[in-house]
């Protein structure tokens, strides 16, 4: 489902070059969990934003459901970023919102008709648990409600993959507990391929059926979890 080849990625930083991502390969199938784990600065985010292209890869390439991203123009690339969704750690939600128009944000970017959307969203809610919150604000949920609502608006665009940037960082370890389990049910129900990156080992044993290790912008191992990571 996502190929990533020889990704190198290089900053133009204030003091000279910083290079992120020096070299990358990594082949993730369709209805995986995949954990990427590191140290902080290690290059996690910039690899996770590659793969939607929110970064763009100094060079290599990354396929996605067998299209070439890095081959794309913009408007090719605003048509395949449905497939990928994405959640992230502070949530990125409309504050001004309700969660209702939070998770039909993308719906109205691509202009789908209001009944349309209805049929979307409400299906959505339920999914997260959050039908009874529909007219409610941000400010007025938990950070697990939040970050229920961040997967709700990640998955209006029907996607293929989901791309957690350190989706439960900012969670207590019982909310995390929820959220990864929300996770887990979506990928078995929706057969959705998910990639979650994370500083947190917690997370990859609890979750993710493979894992990579990243360190200075390079994966030092990789494999199913229980093969990386021999518990005692
Ligand atoms: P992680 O997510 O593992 O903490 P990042 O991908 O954020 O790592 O960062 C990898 C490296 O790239 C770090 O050295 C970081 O300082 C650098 N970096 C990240 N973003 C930028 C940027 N926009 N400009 C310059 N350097 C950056
Ligand atoms: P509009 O087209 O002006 O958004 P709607 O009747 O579709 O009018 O929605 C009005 C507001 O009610 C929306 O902004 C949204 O917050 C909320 N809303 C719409 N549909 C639902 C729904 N099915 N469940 C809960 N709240 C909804």
Known sequence: MIKLSHIEKTYEGPDGPVPALKGIDLTIEKGEIYGIIGLSGAGKSTLIRCINMLERPTSGKVIVDGQDLTEMDAAQLREARKNIGMIFQHFNLLSSA?????????LRLAKMPED????KVEPLLALVSLSDKANQYPSQLSGGQKQRVGIARALASE???LLSDEATS???????KAILQLIRDINKKLGLTVVIITHEMQVIKDICDKVAVIENGVIVEQGPVLDVFVTP
Not at 98 to 106: G, H
Not at 116 to 119: A, C, G, H, L, Y
Not at 170 to 176: I, N, V
């Open 98 to 106: 309700t969660v209702y128009d939070n998770v039909a944000f993308p």
């Open 170 to 176: 900012a969670l207590d370890p019982q909310t995390t």
């Open 159 to 161: 996607p293929k993959v």
């Open 116 to 119: 349309k959307i209805r049929e």
